[in-house]
């Protein structure tokens, strides 16, 4: 029994969710100008709805990659027998209707939202991930939507939010790529055409690198725009330098297990950006 509520909670991937989480609420702040921008019922089913589809994308993902991950990654809870395929589909469809119904409570249009990236969700897990960059690009819009979401949420988007929404955007497309540098063994015997597949490790890592610098390189408008606080700049400059540091490794050594903790890193830098969003945005 234990092993198997394992197996779901590592299919979930619990921090992943509570980041997508986090980052509505994290919207709406940067929107409303104010923690207090929604009810308290608002954040809650704001939060759960991006939690759940969030949480849906990770099980299909491990569902549609059952059988590279039997190369790529055997101890994952499919391929290592923890869960079995069915269940894993039912737990997926589950976790979306869970989404869908928090995102209704707040109205027709994060409904909307909510299907969408649902929807954008499943069709990157079954078709989009063998296209290489353009699957990546799914899934980075999907990472960044929840900034958009939250700020549908209070009523108010702007120019300020479309510059928070692109540098998530970047930043994990990057992530993305170095994920694919990651994987290369297994994708390339299951014709996922990734850039460290097409290109090479080396060449991947380069454009993984470029985007990052062009994320960065954003990162001082807010600021200049007078749309967030003194508190934002050193926040945001230790994420810049962690985003910094992990390319340097990465450049250094553009191999899989390199690229496996340089994309655990860059979690922890993306964390630390949406931090310094929300503290801009407040403080």
Not at 2 to 26: E, H, I, K, Q, W
Not at 55 to 80: K, L, Q, T
Not at 137 to 164: C, H, K, Q
């Amino acid at each position: 029994m234990g092993g198997a509520v394992s197996g779901y909670l590592r299919l979930l991937r619990p921090v992943n969710c509570v980041m997508t989480g986090f980052a509505v609420l994290v919207g709406a702040a940067i929107a409303g100008r104010s923690l207090s921008a929604l009810g308290v019922g608002e954040a809650l089913e704001g939060f759960a709805a991006g939690f759940f589809i969030a949480g849906a994308a990770m099980v299909f993902n491990d569902y549609a990659d059952r059988e590279i991950d039997m190369i790529n990654a055997p101890g994952r809870p499919i391929p290592s027998g923890a869960v079995n395929p069915a269940s894993a589909l039912a737990y997926g469809a589950f976790l979306v209707a869970g989404g869908l119904a928090a995102a209704a409570y707040t109205g027709l249009g994060t409904l909307a939202a909510a299907a969408a990236a649902a929807a954008l969700a499943v069709l990157y897990d079954f078709w989009g991930k063998r296209t290489g960059l353009p699957g990546n690009l799914m899934v980075s819009f999907n990472v960044a939507l929840p900034i958009l979401y939250g700020a549908l949420l209070v009523g108010r988007a702007d120019l300020t939010i479309m510059v928070y929404w692109a540098m998530i955007f970047l930043a994990n497309t990057s992530r993305e790529v170095v994920k694919g540098i990651a994987d290369v063994e297994g994708d390339s015997v299951r014709g996922v055409r990734t850039l460290a597949v097409v290109l090479g490790e080396r060449r991947a890592a380069l454009v993984a690198v470029a985007t990052l610098l062009v994320a960065i390189a954003l990162s001082p408008v807010p600021v200049f725009w007078g749309d967030a606080s003194q508190l934002y700049i050193p926040l945001v400059a230790a994420a810049d330098a962690g985003f910094l540091y992990s390319s340097a490794r990465l450049l250094a050594r553009p191999e899989k297990r390199v690229a496996l903790r340089v994309k655990n890193e860059m979690l922890v830098w993306m964390l630390l950006g949406l931090i310094a969003f929300l503290a801009g945005s407040l403080w």
